[in-house]
């Protein structure tokens, strides 16, 4: 009896699976609809616009970019999740695609690996820690002694709670075992512009624009949260100069979920896709007029790397004490 019922389930499942089998086969027969979970004009979003016009000429379909935005991406996470697996709806996601959940529990709606299945990671976009031009603080050093020194004195800004640049400071507070106090706001925008007004210490800030506000004399780089040297700003440390072992790690990165259950073709095209549109030449220099490194991977490397990345971000926020509030 027991062989019967499981032959029966085995029977059903592989009849659920078979229009999905077959609908892999032409895929794609009609537009993807690609959703951000942020606003347009933003760096995931002018990332997912390039790369979605890209892919669309590999596909053979049009790529149609769609904003949902609110709660730091929760919205447009949720809808992915509970979207029809079949490569029609995917997400282009972010950083707060594993933070959401850390902070929020179940109450996030949605499990960042068990109800996705990854396409390719897309980019990182490495952080500079930056200050207003005239302040006191001329290093990223002199910045960390007088926080030892004189616990609440230094503040940080950030786009708000669990954003990239609060979880990058957290972690150097929690690396260096400093006190600081953050102050969140509802965007980097206003966050930038209180740093360069002086009323908030420093921020880690996307790389990108800062150059411009650099030369404007409105902003003084600390420090590069990348290994690499910058022409931008020359003979400006890296955080692993100056004690920060694996601070790129912090660098948000943005990369293509569809909800699991798509089939394994139909994954392996949206990757094909994807690693094609970010060999091209134009949006490789485009990448680099923005600040970031183009990475392309695997659906399993992706998956790896998802896996490492909510752990390390789960033992920031243990460590530094955050909320959801």
């Known amino acids: 009896m027991r062989r019967l019922l499981l032959r029966a389930a085995c029977a059903a499942a592989l009849i659920a699976a078979a229009p999905l089998a077959r609908a892999a086969d032409g895929y794609p027969a009609q537009p993807v609809r690609m959703i951000v979970g942020f606003a347009a004009g933003g760096p995931t979003d002018v990332i997912a616009r390039l790369l979605a016009e890209h892919m669309g000429r590999a596909l053979g379909q049009s790529v149609v970019v769609e904003n949902k935005t609110g709660a730091n991406s929760l919205i447009a996470t949720r809808e992915v999740a509970a979207a029809q697996p079949d490569g029609y709806t995917v997400l282009f996601a972010s950083l707060s695609h594993n933070v959401n959940r850390l902070l929020l529990g179940d109450k996030a709606g949605y499990d960042p690996l068990a109800d996705f299945a990854p396409v390719s990671n897309a980019a990182s976009l490495p952080m500079v820690a930056v200050t207003a031009y005239d302040s006191p603080i001329r290093s990223m050093k002199q910045l960390v002694e007088q926080a030892r020194a004189k616990p609440d004195s230094i503040s940080y800004g950030s786009a708000g709670n669990g954003g990239s640049a609060h979880l990058a400071a957290a972690m150097m507070g929690a690396m ?4 600081m106090i953050h102050v969140p706001f509802r965007g980097n925008g206003p966050a930038l512009t209180e740093v360069m007004a002086g009323r908030v ?4 800030y996307p790389i990108i624009g800062v150059a411009e506000n650099v030369q404007a004399r409105r902003l003084r780089v600390l420090a590069l949260g990348s290994p690499e040297a910058s022409a931008d700003f020359p003979g400006v440390p890296s ?19 569809a909800p699991a259950g798509v089939p394994d073709a139909v994954v392996q095209k949206l990757n094909q896709a994807m690693v094609q549109a970010l060999r091209q030449p134009q949006v490789q220099a485009r990448l680099k007029d923005l600040g970031a490194l183009p990475i392309g991977d695997s659906p399993q490397h992706f998956r790896e790397f998802l896996v490492a ?17």
């Open 309 to 325: 990345d909510q752990q390390r971000w789960a033992a920031v926020i243990k460590a530094a004490g955050i909320t959801a509030q």
């Open 201 to 204: 210490s420093f921020m880690f």
């Open 176 to 179: 260096a075992g400093l006190q």
């Open 239 to 257: 955080m692993a100069d100056i004690g920060f072992a694996d601070f790129q790690d912090t660098a948000p990165w943005v990369g293509l979920l």
